[in-house]
Each structure stands twice: as C-alpha cells, then as structure tokens.
C-alpha cells in the first residue's frame, strides 16, 4: 500500500504547488493519514474547504449539518468554526459540509461545551439540508386536548414496576455500547424488538417492524398498535436506542444506562401495562425507538420526513430521552423550546390528574433530542425531562452512565411511565 499512498501524497502536493513542503518519508514510520489529509488541505481539497458543484457530495463520507449559531460560536475553533464554510443560513441557524467521521466528536464537543445531548441535524444532501432550513413549520392544527379517560389510565398508572424499568435499563447497558454502525448497535436494536414482540402477548393488532436506514447499519424499532375506530390518525410515543461516549464512536464503552436506556424502559413498561389491562386504541399508535440520535438525529428525521411523505395524519409526538436521575426539585421539566406549547400544557394538566409529582418547564436549544424532527415538520411534539438542563445526569456519554451510579433503582423513572400511559390513553381515544 506504501506505493500508491506515496504516489497519491506527491500529486497532491504538486497541485499545491512547487513552495509546498516535499513528500514525507513512509518508511520511516510517518503516519499515513495525517499526511494525506494534511497534503490534501494545502492541494486545496480538504473535505472542509472543497468546492463541490449543487447536488454532488464528493467524498462517500460527505454530510452536511445544520447548527445553530449561537452554538457555532460558542464551540469555536476546536471544532472547526469559524473556518467551516456556511453553505446556507436563516433563522439563526447555518449549514456546514462535514464528514462522517467527524459526527461524533462534534456530539461530544457539543456535551462536553455547550452541555448539550446532540444539538445539530444530520442531513445526506446538501439539498435537503437546504430544504430543511428553508421550511417554516406551519402552525399545528387547533386540537382540544380533554382529560377523560381515567378509567383506562389509572390501572396502567398503578400497574407501573420500577423493577420491570431497571431490568430494561440493565439489559441495555450490558451492551458494550450501541452506537449506530457498531455490531452491538444492531444487536441492542433487535433485542428492543424482540423484547417489544414478546410484550404484546401475540395480540393480532400489535406488530413489531424493524426499520432500516441508508448509510449505518442499526435500524430503529416500530411497534405499532392499531387503532379500533380511528386507524389512520397516529400518536406516537418515541424514544432514541443509541448510546455513545466521547468521540470513540464504535470502540467507546457507552452504556447508557440513562442516556437512553431509560427512555426506551419507560416506552417498554407502557406498552407492558396496556396489554396487561387490556387497553386497545381507538387512534393508531406507534412506539418508536430510534436508531442514530447522538450523531445528528439521524433516525428520528428519517422516520418524520418518511411520514410526512406518506401522507400519514400524526396527531402528536411525546419524545422521553433520560428519565432516571433526579436532578432538580421538580421530578418532571417540559421542554419549553422547539416544542408544541399546547401540547406541553396538556401534558402539565396529565401530571396534575394521574400523579402526584411536580412539574416545571426547561430550555435544550436546537435540535437537542428526536422531538425536534417532529417540530420541524409542523407536528405537535413535546419532551418531558427528567431534570432541568444544567441539572441532569452528569454521567452521560461516558463509560459511568449505569444505573448504579444513579442509586441502582429506576424510582425515578416510574413518573415518566406513568406519563407515558396517561398521554397513551388520552391522545389514543
């Protein structure tokens, strides 16, 4: 390989020109992939620099990302702003090419800076990226939202088990990590669905469905419960299956156990209540555990822009991302940003009647968990907490997102369970 690599480094640098430095000596252990890129960024061709014409990608590994730019300014040099070039730009927000690789050290600079779980979009093309940016999401269609339902809540509300929560966040934290294009990945993402089918019972309105994505290999899961009267209008109830620490991508240990393990446990223990009571939909509802949060929101804008297309008439999304550390005073914080204030009242109103916990109201920014796919589009979404946002788990994206560095119980977890059925009840009649 040594030949070609030289070859390819010495055009590189003749298309830079005769001032640039020589070729580097490989044979005397000089790394290959420094030197490329770096003979690659003074020809003029680096990935962030290249001029490309409309709808060519370039390199297989070419994305673009949108940020806002209050947030651009704030990560600064080190992750490559403000030299990166903006390509489209509008309401406070601006879209940069970046590659693949470079996905989840910008998650972590976004963590580890700003505070922030995700905090940019992921798009495939330049073009939708644009699109996207362009959108001004319509006003959601006035919808009463009524609280009358309780003889259906209350026996799921009471049949909520903290230690059917914890075994769900164990099993998966037991995983080395499940990031989107590692084999473990996959393997967690297929456990929920298993997991998931063996919930409902064998009841014939209930399937389970693995959806793929183009460009990583770990699908996002769909359960999906039909609905009696209304089949056609949708509720959803979603949560991220992903997990990453650092910058390490498929080789970081990232349990995590809260970030999102315990959202995808309080998805669980709602589907388990509603088919021990019973419970069956007049409105279709769909769980949904999405493949590739943490790099962009990957999965999540797949799935949204898939529904968009097929006409599908989704009445509102509830988005339960970390659900097990209690961090502040209330037990449960609305997202207040990026959300559906209508929404968020009636889920305030759903604390008040089914329990007896306390709410109150945070700011996460743009594009800070799978709701904001939802908002984007013009749909109701809303996210519920678990703590406000410079108050929760310190231990996210890294290998001590376990259970038992938060108490190793899921008490916390059963309020958003109880949520989730109430939201369940009340939106599927």
């Known amino acids: 390989m040594a030949g070609p690599v030289k070859t390819l480094v010495a055009l590189l640098l003749l298309a830079a020109g005769t001032s640039r430095a020589a ?15 770096q003979a690659r960024e003074n020809a003029g061709l680096s990935d962030q620099k290249a001029a490309r014409p409309e709808g060519v990608e370039g390199l297989e590994d ?19 702003f403000p030299g990166r ?43 939708a990226a644009r699109l996207a940016l362009a959108a001004v999401p319509g006003a959601a269609a ?41 084999d473990t990945g996959v393997a967690s993402a297929r456990w929920v669905a298993d997991h998931w089918k063996s919930l409902a019972g064998g009841r014939s309105d209930i399937s389970v469905e693995l959806y793929p994505h183009k460009g990583w290999a770990q699908e ?7 609905g009696t009267e209304s089949p056609d209008s949708v509720v959803v109830l979603g949560g991220h299956l992903d997990s990453i620490a650092g910058w390490g991508g498929d080789s970081a240990v990232a349990p995590g156990a809260d970030d999102n393990g315990s959202g995808i446990a309080v998805l669980a223990e709602a589907i388990r209540v509603a088919v021990r009571t019973g ?23 797949d799935i949204a822009e898939a529904f968009q297309g097929a006409g599908v008439d989704v009445q509102g999304v509830i988005q339960f991302d970390m659900t097990a550390f209690r961090g502040s005073a209330e037990d449960i914080l609305l997202i207040s940003d990026y959300t559906d204030q209508a929404q968020n009242a009636f889920l305030g109103r759903l604390i008040d009647e089914y329990t ?36 929760d788990n310190p231990n996210i994206h890294s290998a001590r997102d376990t259970l038992a560095q938060i108490g190793g119980k899921a008490d916390h977890a059963v309020g958003f369970a109880r949520l989730a059925a109430a939201y369940l009840a009340e939106m599927g009649k």
């Open 23 to 37: 070729a580097p000596d490989f044979d005397q252990g000089v790394a290959v992939r420094p030197a490329l890129e």
């Open 62 to 80: 070419a994305v673009w990302i949108s940020v806002a730019d209050e947030d651009a300014a704030a990560l600064g040099t080190e992750s490559g």
């Open 85 to 127: 070039e903006v390509v489209a730009a509008g309401g406070g927000v601006s879209v940069y090419q970046a590659r693949i690789a470079e996905l989840p050290r910008l998650a972590d600079r976004m963590h580890e800076k700003l505070h922030k779980c995700g905090g940019f979009f992921t798009f495939r093309t330049l073009a």
């Open 142 to 182: 006035a919808r009463e939202y009524s609280i009358d339902q309780g003889d259906r809540v209350r026996p799921m509300v009471a049949a909520i088990d903290e230690a059917s929560l914890g075994r769900v966040i164990n099993q998966l934290a037991a995983y080395k990590n499940r990031y989107y294009t590692a």
């Open 220 to 226: 996002s899961v769909i359960l999906t419960m039909r």
């Open 279 to 301: 419970y069956r939909p007049a409105r279709t509802v769909k769980f949904i555990g999405y493949a590739a949060e943490e790099v962009g929101l990957r999965g999540s804008r």
């Open 356 to 391: 007896d916990l306390r709410w109150g109201t945070t700011a996460c920014g743009y594009a800070c968990s799978d709701h904001a796919s939802w908002n984007a589009l013009g749909i109701p979404a809303s996210l519920p907490f678990e703590a406000k946002f410079d108050e």
